[in-house]
């Protein structure tokens, strides 16, 4: 065996050459893929059925309420019956049970969208409506233009009362010099008077050419003295105190024109507004004086002067409805009534008597139309 291997590894001798043998190295085996193991399935999973069933729960329990809400309106809905009107469906607000209506759109043939706006009537309205507007009285629309409160308006002329109650809303109430106050309720004017109204003396000099002056006592004081303006401002800015808004200058017949406008101008710087007192009896100024600015009324006693004069008065002093009042006491009914009679034709002019002596009350003979 050893003789063997070493013939083997000898080297071998071939025509006269030497060949070193090399050992032989064995044979690789053949490279196979590494095979994979197979695990066994995994057995299934079993599915939870419990989210499903609370969806299909809740989706039941929303269709159910959705068609008890549904029944509930259906029972409430009527239709509007289309001959109803509307004063009856306004009554119905005031039933019992108020039930809830549902008006469709209902449009006449013919009818265009823009003709309906025109007519100032919701579109959706189911019927036609029928518009109401207010046309106030003839004599409280030329008020309202011309800026006089007064138009239209009964005058209660208490210049001779002691007391002049609360007023009236829509009525004007004139007081006497010793009142205090307006009156609660309408409009109030208080008197003033161009002459001294109790005579004190303390307005001097004064005249002595004016019968009335004689006749109530009272002092008619000189225009050219200090005490005219002392007598009108005291008066002026008592009034304003008060918190009266008009006066009534009495007695300028007793003056020149140029006296009495001053007089009118001294109580607009006070804010007081003025109504004439028989401007017939002012000579020679009788349309300057209704013309002035700061005369909002007129006031005429018997002797005068009488509606158709006054209306031609107010005319050509641009005023055609300027309030006109005419007053009466004691024997002066019977000339109250003549003058309503004539007065009826003419617009803002009203006419009352006093029974209580001397304008202690006031009676209307002729409201103001």
Known sequence: MAASAIAVRAPIISAGRTYAVRPQRPAREAHRAPRMLRTPAAPPRAISLLPTTIFVLKLLASAFAGAAITMVLWQDWKPAPPAASIA????????????????????????????????????????????????????????????????????????????????????????????????????????????????????????????????????????????????LREQFERRRKQG???????????????????????????????????PKLVEGGAVTYVAHPNIYGIIVERGAGGPDEMDVLRRKAGKPSLPVWFVAFGSGRTWASNVANAAKRYRGMGVTYSSAGEYGNAIDILPPA
């Not at 549902?102 to 036609?128: A, C, H, K, Q, T």
Request: net charge negative; glycine share 10%; hydrophobic share 30%.
């Open 244 to 278: 009266f808004e008009y006066i009534e200058l009495d007695n300028p017949d007793a003056y020149s024109l140029k006296d009495v406008i001053g007089a009118i101008e001294l109580a607009a710087t006070y804010g007081l507004k003025v109504i004439a007192k028989n």
């Open 88 to 231: 009856e469906r306004f009554g119905e607000l005031h039933s019992d049970r108020a039930e809830t209506r549902i008006y469709r759109n209902m449009r006449r043939s013919g009818e265009s969208i823009d003709s309906e706006l025109e007519r100032g009537v919701p579109i959706n309205f189911p019927l036609r409506v029928k518009t109401v507007r207010f046309a106030p009285p003839s004599q409280l629309t030329t008020a309202l233009r011309d800026g006089n409160v007064l138009g239209g308006k009964p005058l209660r002329y208490l210049i001779g009362a002691s007391s002049h109650g609360l007023g009236r809303d829509e009525e004007v109430t004139e007081v006497s010099y010793n009142a205090t106050q307006p009156v609660r309720r309408g409009i109030s004017i208080a008197y003033c008077n161009l002459f001294d109204e109790t005579n004190s003396g303390r307005y001097g000099p004064y005249l002595h050419s004016s019968d009335t002056a004689s006749q109530y006592n009272e002092g008619q004081i000189d225009p050219r003295g200090p005490g005219w303006q002392k007598n």
